[in-house]
């Protein structure tokens, strides 16, 4: 069983700058390819990074170039920094993990709203 933590999530104004942390427990996080996902009110959920065991990243192409994804296996804990943020980032922001593909887990979610 796995458990996702996730924090950073607030109030910031459009071109603004937040970091999502997402801390994992329960199995060696090494074993864990982990991704962010997003889900605005009335939408469905969406991919916005991924990161795997080995370090490769993907990105959906609305965020290419202004977030980035990074994992520390030291401290269990996958990272979403988030630049020039605009106002249709605004959602909440799930931290996700998957073991091997068989089994998939989801933390509790964190709000971000970018708002003037």
């Known amino acids: 069983q796995v458990q996702l933590v996730e924090s950073g999530g607030g109030l910031v104004q459009p071109g603004g700058s937040l970091r999502l942390s997402c801390a994992a427990s329960?199995?060696?996080?090494?074993?864990?390819?982990m991704g962010w996902y997003r889900q605005a009110p009335g939408k469905e959920r969406e991919l916005v990074a991924l990161?795997?065991?080995?370090?490769?990243?993907n990105y959906a192409d609305s965020v290419k170039g202004r977030f980035t994804i990074s994992r520390d296996n030291a401290k269990n804990t996958v990272y979403l920094q988030m630049n020039s943020l605009k106002p249709e980032d605004s959602a909440v922001y799930y931290c996700?993990?998957?073991?091997?593909?068989?089994?998939?887990?989801w933390g509790q979610g964190t709000q971000v709203t970018v708002s003037s």
């Open positions: 329960g199995i060696p996080f090494r074993y864990l390819d």
């Open positions: 996700k993990a998957d073991l091997f593909g068989t089994q998939t887990y």
């Open positions: 990161i795997g065991r080995g370090g490769t990243t």
